[in-house]
């Protein structure tokens, strides 16, 4: 449920109606519409069948939330949210681009691809530490020390940092030398480790799942959300039946997630394809779909790759990609081209 304040409601108003929600066990939520300030009903709304909630000063109107997420709705949160890292802002006018190889393998590997990113106009350094693999022989991360170079990396660059998090014990280390943390396909139901990254005080990229329903990703994040609004969805392609591509990047996921949700979303065609020939048409397809930012990889030399240097873009193709979407982007501003309808 939300309940929707009057636009001259005061602050004793709004402190009476968390008042009564707190009293009947239920938690409040306080977010800022456009002309008005929503409160927002997180439990069971039956606790409040006695109470005359639309009657309650400053109050112009209740209304029922039809999904099972319910901080993650647009219905909660009917403005798109704007997150901002380091002065960097995901949602807003221009599209926020985290670049990077798929594993930091030595601090000359990464200060090489730190500097291609820079180079290209990204905002933001990817590259994991922690590496979950499906084979266990496989480079699995430098883990604290692969933390530490990116931090010099950050030093250097200026770039704002995102690397994955795979385990509840990891958190405190990665949110000590992240801007973003990232939960990545696999542990996107891994509602423990859900429930504690959402108390790192830091925004949380959630991947979708290998082969997960829009309504499970939305659900997932709710979990971060208990405790962070701050969450940034990602999608990173499912699998199907096609043997082609690594996954099928979903790009209609964009369009469904900005209906359903008020949370920004990027996409990743690194993962979403496995080639690095169809990173770039893949990419400017999503931001013509309205994506707010893209995740790639890229790799000084990815012929010697430790993990993905299939789907890494070399400095050449990174820069060309980067080159097109700043262009595409200007162009669909210029032209005011939104392709989604919100309403």
Same mark, same amino acid.
């Given at each position: 449920?939300?309940?929707?304040?009057?636009?001259?409601?005061?602050?004793?108003?709004?402190?009476?109606?968390?008042?009564?929600?707190?009293?009947?066990?239920?938690?409040?939520?306080?977010?800022?519409?456009?002309?008005?300030?929503?409160?927002?009903?997180?439990?069971?709304?039956?606790?409040?069948?006695?109470?005359?909630?639309?009657?309650?000063?400053?109050?112009?109107?209740?209304?029922?939330?039809?999904?099972?997420?319910?901080?993650?709705? /647009? *219905?909660?949160?009917?403005?798109?949210? %704007?997150? =901002? #890292?380091?002065? &960097?802002?995901?949602?807003?006018?221009?599209?926020?681009?985290?670049?990077?190889?798929?594993?930091?393998?030595?601090?000359?590997?990464?200060?090489?691809?730190?500097?291609?990113?820079?180079?290209?106009?990204?905002?933001?350094?990817?590259?994991?530490?922690?590496?979950?693999?499906?084979?266990?022989?496989?480079?699995?991360?430098?883990?604290?020390?692969?933390?530490?170079?990116?931090?010099?990396? /950050? *030093?250097?660059?200026?770039?704002?940092? %995102?690397? =994955? #998090?795979?385990? &509840?014990?990891?958190?405190?280390?990665?949110?000590?030398?992240?801007?973003?943390?990232?939960?990545?396909?696999?542990?996107?139901?891994?509602?423990?480790?859900?429930?504690?990254?959402?108390?790192?005080?830091?925004?949380?990229?959630?991947?979708?799942?290998?082969?997960?329903?829009?309504?499970?990703?939305?659900?997932?994040?709710?979990?971060?959300?208990?405790?962070?609004?701050?969450?940034?969805?990602? *999608?990173?392609?499912?699998?199907?039946?096609?043997?082609?591509?690594?996954?099928?990047?979903?790009?209609?996921?964009?369009?469904?997630?900005?209906?359903?949700?008020?949370?920004?979303?990027?996409?990743?065609?690194?993962?979403?394809?496995?080639?690095?020939?169809?990173?770039?048409?893949?990419?400017?397809?999503?931001?013509?779909?309205?994506?707010?930012?893209?995740?790639?990889?890229?790799?000084?030399?990815?012929?010697?790759?430790?993990?993905?240097?299939?789907?890494?873009?070399?400095?050449?193709?990174?820069?060309?990609?980067?080159?097109?979407?700043?262009?595409?982007?200007?162009?669909?501003?210029?032209?005011?081209?939104?392709?989604?309808?919100?309403?």
């Amino acid at each position: 449920m939300v309940i929707i304040m009057r636009p001259e409601a005061t602050l004793e108003n709004i402190v009476e109606v968390t008042r009564v929600i707190e009293s009947a066990g239920l938690q409040a939520k306080i977010m800022e519409g456009a002309q008005q300030k929503i409160v927002g009903v997180i439990g069971d709304k039956t606790k409040l069948v006695s109470v005359a909630i639309d009657a309650l000063p400053g109050v112009e109107s209740s209304v029922a939330i039809s999904k099972s997420y319910k901080l993650a709705s /647009r *219905e909660f949160h009917p403005q798109s949210t %704007i997150i =901002e #890292v380091g002065g &960097v802002k995901i949602g807003g006018n221009e599209p926020a681009i985290m670049a990077g190889p798929c594993a930091v393998e030595s601090r000359e590997q990464l200060f090489a691809a730190a500097e291609i990113v820079k180079e290209g106009g990204a905002q933001f350094l990817r590259g994991g530490a922690y590496k979950p693999r499906t084979s266990p022989y496989s480079f699995q991360g430098l883990e604290v020390e692969g933390l530490k170079i990116l931090a010099e990396a /950050r *030093e250097r660059t200026g770039l704002k940092i %995102i690397t =994955e #998090v795979t385990t &509840v014990e990891g958190i405190a280390p990665v949110a000590e030398y992240s801007d973003i943390l990232q939960i990545g396909a696999r542990n996107m139901q891994n509602f423990g480790l859900l429930k504690e990254v959402g108390k790192c005080g830091k925004p949380v990229m959630l991947k979708r799942g290998l082969a997960a329903t829009i309504d499970e990703w939305l659900n997932a994040a709710e979990y971060i959300m208990n405790d962070n609004p701050d969450v940034i969805l990602c *999608e990173r392609g499912i699998r199907t039946y096609e043997t082609y591509t690594r996954n099928t990047l979903d790009l209609s996921a964009v369009a469904a997630v900005k209906h359903l949700s008020h949370l920004p979303i990027i996409v990743d065609p690194s993962h979403g394809t496995g080639k690095w020939r169809m990173i770039k048409p893949m990419a400017f397809a999503a931001i013509a779909a309205g994506a707010d930012g893209l995740m790639m990889e890229i790799h000084p030399n990815p012929a010697k790759a430790l993990s993905d240097g299939s789907q890494s873009l070399t400095r050449e193709h990174y820069l060309d990609l980067m080159n097109g979407v700043k262009k595409l982007s200007k162009f669909m501003q210029e032209e005011n081209l939104n392709p989604i309808v919100i309403d």
